[in-house]
């Protein structure tokens, strides 16, 4: 079996609800599909994303230099493959080469998952049929109030969900602090409250927040502080009892290295498409469960599930309301969690079968971007 041709396509849509953090407030977000046609008339499908940003750039990489390398070469050789191509884009850095590699990535994987006749979580070892999901939204405007949060959270657990994922970083931390304790009230016994600040804290400013926030008994506390910042996630976790999680924001496995032997990391949250695509990823995984960690990819509720499925250290699945392929009315047999329990597809290779005619109002380029770009970080 050898690859001989690539498309790739470009779709830029709103989440399904408006999403609005600490950091950013979400114009778009941009989906990067490519096609693997084989010479026995086998086709992978891969996907990378962006949050408003760099799409084109991605097409336009796969397009005029990586595409072309993966010409001629057997898809079930994934290793050769992820490898030739970070060879030959390395020196772009960290980021977009990776989430343009981990569209190809993923088609080849979709390409073996079809040629065995497998689902991909089992070509990852089958470690279990179903995992637990917590539910994700993405709501802190300023419009927002505690009895709307409440709102929706009691429709959360009316469709089965028993942890919930808020965002948080109000100017005034008692503000959070009552959003949470609200929260908890409502759930009961019965699950968790997880928090996210999307690196909105300085390290000073996270210390301080973050022992006022370890009485709640969160079941974690996500990206308090910028990324690279690895000393001040260590002293953080030294400091309280309370889990660190992070990970949506690296792209390598190497990087998560060195946050594991800092031992500043307690849920790893590696994403499939920014960190170079599942053959990355599994390398993750495994060296998370090394260091004794569990994973949590960030996103991709579809391929995620997959993942978290085929591996043994699995910790939860995340269903981000407005943004998974299914809620956004864009897969031909939608993937959905059901009782706060996500089960895998069970077709050939990750299951994810776009419809066309949904997808083609959104398709991106260059001259439209450049008319209606204007951006959300705050």
């Avoid at 926030?213 to 996500?222: A, M, P, S, T």
């Avoid at 990970?247 to 590696?270: C, I, N, P, T």
């Avoid at 995984?285 to 250290?313: I, R, T, W, Y």
């Avoid at 910790?315 to 329990?341: A, D, K, Q, R, W």
Wanted: proline share 3%; aromatic share 8%; net charge negative.
């Amino acid at each position: 079996m050898k690859i001989e041709h690539v498309v790739t396509n470009a779709y830029r849509m709103p989440p399904s609800s408006p999403w609005e953090d600490a950091t950013n407030k979400v114009q778009g977000l941009e989906f990067i599909v490519v096609e693997l046609h084989t010479d026995n008339g086998l086709v992978g499908t891969g996907i990378s994303y962006t949050v408003d940003i760099g799409g084109t750039v991605i097409k336009t990489l796969i397009e005029d230099y990586l595409a072309n390398l993966v010409i001629g070469m057997n898809p079930l050789h994934y290793e050769e493959i992820w490898n030739k191509l970070q060879r030959q884009s390395r020196r772009l850095g960290l980021g977009v080469n990776s989430m343009a590699i981990a569209a190809i990535d993923i088609a080849v994987w979709d390409l073996m998952g079809k040629h065995y006749n497998q689902p991909i979580y089992k070509l990852l070892g089958g470690a279990r049929e179903q995992i637990s999901s917590y539910i994700s939204e993405i709501n802190l405007s300023s419009t927002d109030t505690v009895d709307g949060l409440l709102s929706r959270v009691g429709g959360y657990i009316e469709q089965g969900y028993q942890n919930v994922k808020i965002k948080i970083g109000k100017e005034d931390i008692e503000e959070d602090i009552e959003r949470i304790m609200k929260v908890q009230e409502l759930l009961g016994k019965r699950g968790n409250v997880f928090v996210d600040l999307n690196q909105k804290w300085g390290a000073a400013e996270a210390l301080q927040k973050c022992g006022m926030l370890d009485r709640l008994n969160l079941g974690w506390i996500e990206e308090p502080m910028l990324y690279q910042d690895i000393q001040s996630h260590r002293n953080l976790k030294k400091a309280i009892k309370t889990p660190i999680a992070l990970g949506e924001s690296m792209y390598s496995r190497f990087q998560f290295l060195e946050y594991l032997k800092a031992d500043a990391v307690d849920y790893v949250q590696a994403d499939v498409a920014f960190v170079g695509g599942i053959t990355e990823w599994h390398k993750i995984a495994h060296l998370a469960d090394a260091f004794g960690k569990l994973v949590a990819p960030h996103f991709m509720m579809e391929l995620s599930l997959q993942l978290l499925c085929g591996v043994q250290n699995s910790f939860m699945l995340e269903n981000v309301v407005g943004g998974s392929l299914t809620e956004l009315g864009l897969l031909e047999v939608p993937i959905t969690v059901n009782n706060g329990i996500g089960i895998p597809s069970q077709l050939p290779g990750h299951g994810i079968i776009f419809n066309t005619s949904a997808l083609a109002p959104y398709q991106l380029d260059s001259s439209t971007i450049r008319d209606i770009f204007v951006g959300g970080s705050k």
